[in-house]
């Protein structure tokens, strides 16, 4: 029985070291955020990976709202890429100490809260899910250089890091439900649903 017992423990020991073995970190950079028309979904479209997030009321109205230039994102710590895909990670918005009493009464009808030193923030544990890109799709900005879509790149780059557990037979399996259609813009699966890149000029990292 303790010879079994050993062996299970070592088995288990065993899976454990070498799904962490293949656990490795990299750097996405961050330039274009874009949102469905529908405002349930906002992707972020990278030369090689896609992702794509399910968008919390909340977040699509303050990137709309009349505070938007006096927010600020932070991200809390590294994202997680894992079995199928599936992504998550943590994001705060903040308004800026220039935020006026009118943003702060506007953020908090939104479910923004404040800590004791007086910072207004919304924090979201954000789901999803990276594909990878189809070949030949083009990027937000070269669609931008054409003319096409309404894409607007933030003021900075974004640098998240990101925990990828996923096996790399299954990340190409996962083709990116994101295409690009002349004259149209992103759509994503279904061409009803289009991204577009909102007016976020004020909003930095």
């Given at each position: ?164 557990s996923q096996s790399s037979a299954d990340v190409m ?33």
């Amino acid at each position: 029985m303790r010879k079994m017992l050993a062996f299970l423990f070592l088995s288990a020991l065993a899976v454990l070291l070498s799904g962490c073995a293949s656990t490795k970190t990299y750097t996405e950079d961050v330039s274009t955020l874009m949102v469905s028309s529908d405002s349930k979904t906002f992707a972020v479209l990278g030369p090689q990976y896609h992702y794509l997030f399910d968008m919390p009321p909340a977040m699509a109205q303050s990137l709309t709202s009349d505070f938007r230039m006096r927010l600020t994102a932070v991200i809390l710590r590294e994202f997680h890429v894992g079995a199928d895909g599936f992504t998550w990670g943590y994001v705060r918005l903040q308004l800026t100490d220039d935020a006026t009493d009118q943003d702060r009464a506007q953020a908090h009808a939104l479910h923004f809260q404040t800590t004791k030193e007086g910072l207004v923030y919304y924090t979201h544990h954000l789901k999803g899910k990276r594909y990878l890109a189809r070949p030949g799709t083009p990027s937000p900005a070269q669609v931008q250089q054409t003319g096409q879509g309404r894409q607007t790149t933030l003021d900075q780059a974004y640098r998240v890091p990101v925990l990828d557990s996923q096996s790399s037979a299954d990340v190409m399996r996962l083709l990116s439900p994101v295409t690009f259609l002349a004259g149209t813009g992103f759509v994503v699966a279904n061409p009803a649903v289009v991204l577009f890149a909102l007016p976020v000029a004020g909003l930095k990292p």
